[in-house]
Structure formats: C-alpha cells, structure tokens
C-alpha cells in the first residue's frame, strides 16, 4: 500500500479539520509534537493554508505574547512533563481554552498520510515506537526523509528502512550488510522474514535464526543469477529457484553491485565462497554462465578451462575468454568514471583475468610472429598494428602489472599458474628475441636492407619545414626511448591533448618511423640528430676509435650545443629554464640513466617515465606558442627478463675499438664476431668497418657498466628502429 499524501499534506487536513470543529471564528489550534521533529512540516503546511503560526523556542507559555487576530496555529515541541522538572507540570493548563489541542507525533502524522483505518498503517506505527531515543531520532528521520519527497513510499519499504536502518531494498540489505545492526528479537526476526520472503525470497521462510536467514538469503540471491545466466532452475532446490522475468531484469546482486560502495567486500564475499558446487560441476560448458561473476566454484571452473585451453596452445580461444571474464568482472563505466555492475578495475579478481588476457596475447604473439618471415625488418618490428614491437610492450605491461593472483584466496587456481605462465612467456621472449636476431643477420649479410629507410642524420634536412627559422619549434630529445615508449607517450599525448580547453590551440599528433645510428648507442644517436647537412655527418675511425663527425669534426656534447646554438636553438635540460626562446631543445637521459643503474622495478619505472614524460610534454604545449614540436630519441634498448643469463665475451684483438654491443677497427671482417658493417652495408654515414652483436644474448666485455639487463649498441630492431613523434599546431 503507497502513501496517499506527503506529511505537510497530512498535517494540512489535520489543521483544517480542527478549524471546521471550532466554536470560535478566529479558531486557534496548539500543536503538541513530542520529539521536535515536525516544525518544518507544520510550517509548510501552515504558509500554504496561510494561516498564522507561533513557535515555542523554550517553553508554550511563550504562546501569550504577541496574540494575532484570526487563525492560528502553535506549535510546541515539547513535552509535556518535562523529566528534569521537579513537580507535576503540565505546560498546557493555562493555554488549553484558548482553541483546539492537538497532540501529534510523526508517527501518527505517518498514519494520517496513508488512507485512514488501515490496519496495516497502525502496525507502522506500533512498529516504529521506540523506547531508544536515539533509535526513535533515526526512525523519525526516516519517516520525515520519506514522506516529504517526491515519491511517495510504500508501505513495506517504509518498514524495511525502519528495520534495517535506511535500506528500501530488505534483500539488498541483507546480501551487503549480513544482519548488521538489526535487533535480533523474535519480533524483527520475524518482520525480516516477512519483509524477504514478500520479495520471492522463500528459501527463508523456514529459518528462525538471523545467521540462517542470512545464508538462505545469499544462497538465494546467488541462485538467481546462475539461473540468469543460464543454468537450468531444476537443479536447484524449490525454494532457492528464483524467478527471473528476462534478459533486462537484473539479479538481486547485480542490481546491488550497480548501487554500492563496498564492490571490493562483495567480491571477495560472493567469489570467494563456493555456494553452489554441485550445480555449477555438472554444467557442461561453463562459459555460458561467464557472465555471472558470483560463486567461487564456477569461478574456479572458469579458470581451470582456460588453463587446460592454454596447454592445449589455444590461445585465441583463450584471449577470447579472458577478455569476455575480465569484461563481465569489470562492469561498465558511468560518465564519473565509476564503475556498476561488477568489481570495477581494481579488484585483483579484474586484474587475474585482465593478466590472463594479456597472457593469452602475448602467447598468441610468440607463437605466430614468424609466420610472414621478411626481409624486411624494420616493417617486421615497427608496422604500427601487426609489427613484432607489441611483444615487448606486452612484457612491459605483464612484468608492470605484477601479481594480482596474490590478493585472491589460496585456493584460487590462479594461485598456482599465474607465476609459472609469466616465467614460461619471459623464456619464450628471449628466444624471441633470439630468433629476431638470426633473422638482422641473414637479412643484412644477404644484402643492405636499410638503404630505402629514413635515419636520423637525415632528420634536419628532412623536416626543414618544420624546421623552419620564422616558426616556434621544440625538439624533446630523449634519451633511450623506445619504439613502444614512445608510441605509448604518443598515445598520451594525444588524450592529454584532446583534454585541452575549447579554446586552446589543437595539435596533431603524428608518428614516423626513423632509424638509428648504427652502433645505437648515446655517443653517436645525439650526434647525428644535429643540425647540418646529410653529407657533412659521418661515422669514422680516427686514430683507432669510432668517433660520430661533423663537417669533419668530432661531435662532442660541447660541439653539438654549438651547432644546435648557431643555428639558433637554445639547449637547456631543465623544465623550467630557457624556455621563453622561440626555438629549444630539451635533453633528457634519465631513461639511459635508470637502466644502465640497474634499478628495481625497472618496468614499472619505464611505464611511470611515459606518463611523466606526457604530462611534461603536454603542458609545455599548453603553456607555449608552439608552431611546431617534436620528440626524438638517440636510441633503444632490450631489456631482459631478471632469469635470463647473458654471456659476456672478450673483445677480439683486431678491434681498436668497442662498446658492449659492436667493434671497430681496420682489420675487422666478416669473421668477427657479430653481423659487419661495411662499405658493402651502403649505410651513407659509417665510414669504418664495424661488427655488431645481433644476439640478445652476448655483449663485450665492458668494464665498470652494468649490462645484465638493460643495454644498447646493437643490431636488434629494438635498439635502432625509432619512433619520431611531431605536434603540429593548426
């Protein structure tokens, strides 16, 4: 039964009948509320009947001042024998005579907005009179909340937030709070099982416990959506077979999950608890209940298929699955960015299944990255949407996303395989790697694979438009960014961007893929991305050492701030100085830095340096008046996985020169070590013989530079195949 009127309305027809009921024509009615919770109800009800009201601040003998001729009504929220008063007292004696007395609380104010002489609104009533005063404020708060709205309540809903404290919902209650703070009198025990079982929760009609009724009420809710999702409502017994009304009715849980803030307590309550696991083992496929994220036995279930499915090498079916678990655990994503329906993207339930799919992927990648050998390497590794480069991101992103698996119970399965998938990838990774390599080397020995590509030494003269003097340009010059760093900052550069006001100036983000010099190390990346023409930059042998030349002249740091100044660029390496020039580069080697440091966490530092790297980029952006940027790296990296061991070798002696990943010198051929560099190679700028380690594996003996994991100077894609990334304004 639904209220018929809001308390003010209630109140209304209460003032109105006592005036009929007058003997004088200038009626005047005292208002007596016990609990003080009724003066703005009554003052609402009195402005729009437009009668006069007085309100007792202390005591109603503040009634006498100030008569006012015609109607009238006093509102005295007091009692009227006040405990702290010695005596028998009775405010109203001298006040009574003077019109209609009318002793109302707002529970009877609650009965009066229902129709009048329904039992059931007398029960309310007899139902919220509490002794408590602080249980009687919070009814009073209720009712008030509830019958000054817009919509007005039922019946039970009013007894169900009574009872459970505020809920409207009693199921929900129930499956969030447990009994919570419920009294566990027989007589609330038996209002909850009224208030369940008129909601189809029968499985709790037999229980007389508050721990029963809870487990009925769970199992009940958890029942429903297995039936929602699928499963057949036979196998359940009677009282647990929820009805469900189709498709777009949502299950109790789901529903609650929709509202709730405790989604993370809801998971771990309703995954990590098998409730029906003899319904869900003789399912036959378990997938077509994925979408029902409660149960810890078909949770279990779930992940056991995928696991035999990955042994079984199926890893599509598996990233399929995955994504379709990790999608329903999830939920959706309102305009706020908080997430319904689900656990949302925190939950290590979400991330299980989330490195699950990224597991798949990467799986998948390994396996079949070789099917369309070519010889082109650098299509190989850099195609923006097939290229071999999402491998290594992919085992950024998993050694990132660290192990979730942890914060699930002990006897998840997840528990127990996730550990030995990401040490069995990161194997299969470096003979990735492996095999990447052999195929440089074939592709460069059978001829000179780089001669049509673009390379840095060429960057000046090739975007001199860009470049051009009477435009406002900045060069970001990081050091070691590689191919999918910095196709991930350019990505964040574009969402930074497309966040900009309205009226703040739009940029493109574009991509182009360069290539490094060869050998890909700091010394003779940033020497060649200087200003000057193609033809004046060479690699040499001078007196014995490899060194990068311009116009004949050796590259130092020093002579490379020179030229950029000459030709009108300030250099600064700060964030916050020399950027009022119309024209700067900015150095930066911090990622050279955190590698060759060997640092912990080196992954999760790399993935911080993107995101860092995009916020700084992005507000010099928004700062400037920029025409024109671009960010530019010297080189890659590989990085290898901790458990993988690299030989060290020793230098051969006909070379007078070597990093830890390449050799220099006259008498180095092709019996040297690693793939030669020569005249034969048409590289424009390398002017020596130099061999290069193509092998993830091996480097020269290099004193006094750590080099177990991070380094550089080789012949692999991921040390010399760059991404160049321009912001063009307009």
């Not at 708060?141 to 039970?156: C, K, S």
């Amino acid at each position: 039964m639904q209220a018929k009127q809001t308390l003010p309305d209630a109140a209304k027809d209460t003032i109105r009948s006592e005036f009929d009921r007058a003997e004088s024509s200038d009626p005047i009615v005292l208002w007596w509320d016990d609990g003080n919770y009724l003066e703005d109800i009554i003052e609402q009800a009195c402005n729009e009947l437009g009668v006069h009201l007085k309100v007792a601040e202390e005591t109603p003998l503040e009634l006498r001042a100030d008569p006012v001729d015609g109607e009238q009504v006093w509102y005295v929220p007091h009692v009227k024998e006040p405990e702290n008063v010695e005596g028998d007292y009775d405010w109203f004696r001298d006040v009574q005579h003077t019109g209609g007395e009318v002793e109302m609380s707002i529970e009877d104010l609650t009965v009066h907005a229902f129709e009048r002489g329904q039992l059931d609104a007398w029960e309310l009533k007899t139902a919220t009179q509490a002794d408590d005063p602080a249980k009687r404020r919070e009814i009073a708060r209720i009712l008030h909340d509830q019958l000054t709205g817009g919509q007005l309540p039922t019946l039970e809903q009013l007894r169900t937030q009574i009872v459970t404290g505020g809920y409207t919902d009693p199921v929900a209650f129930v499956l969030e709070n447990g009994w919570g703070d419920i009294d566990d009198s027989p007589d609330t025990i038996e209002q909850m099982q009224d208030l369940l079982t008129s909601e189809g929760v029968d499985a709790v009609a037999s229980e007389d416990e508050p721990i029963g009724i809870v487990t009925a009420t769970r199992r009940w809710a958890v029942a429903e959506w297995l039936i929602h999702a699928g499963a057949d409502a036979e196998r359940f017994p009677r009282e647990f077979r929820a009805e469900t009304a189709g498709d777009h009715d949502l299950p109790e849980l789901k529903s609650l999950l929709n509202n709730t803030t405790s989604a993370s307590l809801l998971a771990d309550r309703y995954l990590g608890e098998a409730i029906w696991p003899d319904v869900v083992a003789d399912v036959d496929d378990p997938w077509e209940l994925a979408d029902c994220i409660v149960d810890a036995a078909l949770e279990r279930r779930l992940w056991e298929e995928w696991h035999a499915s990955f042994d079984a090498g199926d890893y599509e079916t598996c990233l399929e699955r995955a994504e379709e678990r990790y999608d329903a655990l999830l939920g959706s994503e309102d305009f706020r960015g908080t997430y319904r329906g689900a656990y949302g993207p925190d939950s290590p339930w979400t991330r299980t299944w989330e490195q699950a799919a990224e597991i798949a992927q990467l799986a998948h990648q390994l396996e079949t990255w070789d099917e369309h050998a070519t010889d082109d390497v650098v299509s190989l590794y850099a195609d923006p949407d097939d290229g071999t480069w999402q491998i290594d991101n992919a085992v950024l992103n998993l050694v990132v996303a660290g192990e979730p698996e942890t914060d699930l119970p002990d006897d998840h399965p997840a528990t127990a395989a996730l550990d030995d998938l990401r040490t069995q990838l990161q194997s299969e990774y470096v003979e990735y790697l492996e095999d990447l390599g052999d195929l440089v080397t074939e592709t460069v020995e059978a001829g000179a694979p780089f001669v049509d590509e673009d390379h840095s030494y060429q960057f000046f003269t090739k975007e001199s438009d860009g470049l051009e003097s009477g435009q406002t340009v900045a060069l970001f010059v990081i050091d070691a960014l590689r191919l999918d760093l910095a196709r991930r900052l350019a990505d964040e550069l574009r969402d930074y961007v497309a966040t900009l006001p309205a009226d703040a100036p739009e940029f493109a983000v574009d991509e182009d893929v360069w290539l490094g010099t060869l050998p890909s190390e700091t010394e003779f990346g940033k020497a060649a991305l200087t200003p000057g023409e193609i033809q004046m930059f060479d690699v040499s042998l001078v007196d014995g050492e490899l060194q990068p030349l311009r116009n004949n002249r050796r590259v130092t740091t020093n002579r490379r701030e020179s030229l950029l100044g000459g030709d009108g660029w300030t250099v600064t390496r700060e964030e916050d100085d020399g950027w009022q020039s119309t024209r700067v580069a900015y150095f930066k080697n911090d990622i050279d830095d955190i590698g060759e440091k060997e640092l912990s966490d080196l992954e999760a530092m790399l993935a911080r340096r993107v995101d860092s790297l995009a916020e700084f980029i992005g507000t010099k952006l928004e700062q400037g008046e920029w025409d024109q940027a671009y960010v530019l790296t010297d080189h890659g990296f590989v990085l290898l996985p901790d458990n993988a061991s690299p030989e060290k070798i020793s230098r051969p002696t006909e070379a007078s020169d070597s990093g830890r990943r390449w050799i220099a010198g006259e008498d180095v051929d092709e019996d040297s070590p690693g793939v030669l560099l020569d005249s034969s190679s048409r590289l424009g700028y390398l002017d020596a013989n130099v061999s290069v380690l193509a092998s993830p594996l091996k480097r020269f003996r290099k004193q006094g530079l750590g080099d177990a994991r991070f380094y550089h100077g080789g012949l692999l894609p991921q040390e010399f195949v760059l991404d160049f990334i321009s912001i063009t304004q307009g």
